[in-house]
């Protein structure tokens, strides 16, 4: 809560500078970006991510960028722990003053342990979003309205023994597979960052 009352108030203070530029205008100007991207208004613990962006021209911009959500649940018998991690490469195409196209390819990796037992579920896909960006002096704040990632390949390896007979061990490797498989959705993605 405490980032997004800094983001929040950093946001108030530069949005008081506004002046007659445009953030077209003002991304013409830029070579570099660095951002954090939040993923989302739900507070996960160790969420997050950044991207580096380099300008083609005002209307694109080639992006890097990396994201992982984490969660680890310590008990006295089990220890579970997730990751999932995006790493994309993505053409960031406005199609006007801040309304944007993003398309790309990402590396989606799911990694579960839940002790002594380890999964993890790869997928290779196709990436697109819309959203805007605000383009200040140097400061930008932008949303990803809507995303999808779609695999095209997929991969799974897990350590857990597929006992004939066991059901139990059998689903969990057959929900590891559907997961390399489905697509995803995500909504608001926020970031902020500095333009050079």
């Known amino acids: 809560m405490r980032a997004i009352t800094i983001i929040f108030c950093t946001f108030i203070a530069f949005a008081t500078q506004l002046s007659a530029n445009t953030s077209a205008s003002n991304r013409g100007t830029k070579t570099v970006s660095l951002v954090y991207n939040a993923s989302s208004f739900i507070p996960l613990p160790a969420s997050g991510g950044y991207s580096l ?36 490469a993505r053409l960031k195409w406005f199609l006007g003053n801040s309304f944007y196209l993003n398309l790309g390819l990402g590396q989606r990796k799911l990694s579960a342990v839940v002790s002594p037992f380890e999964m993890e579920s790869n997928a290779t896909g196709v990436q697109i979003a819309f959203g805007n960006c605000w383009q200040w002096s140097w400061l930008s704040l932008g949303f990803d309205w809507v995303g999808f990632f779609q695999p095209i390949a997929y991969s799974s390896t897990s350590n857990i023994p597929v006992v004939p007979g066991d059901s139990s061990s059998d689903a969990v490797v057959k929900t590891l597979d559907t997961f390399g498989k489905i697509g995803a959705v995500t909504f608001t993605l926020f970031y902020l960052g500095v333009s050079f």
Do not use: H, M, Q, R
């Open 53 to 88: 962006g380099y300008f083609l021209n005002s209307d694109k911009v080639i992006e890097l960028s990396s994201d992982t959500i984490s969660l680890s649940v310590p008990t006295d018998s089990i220890s579970v722990e997730t990751a999932l991690t995006v790493t994309s």
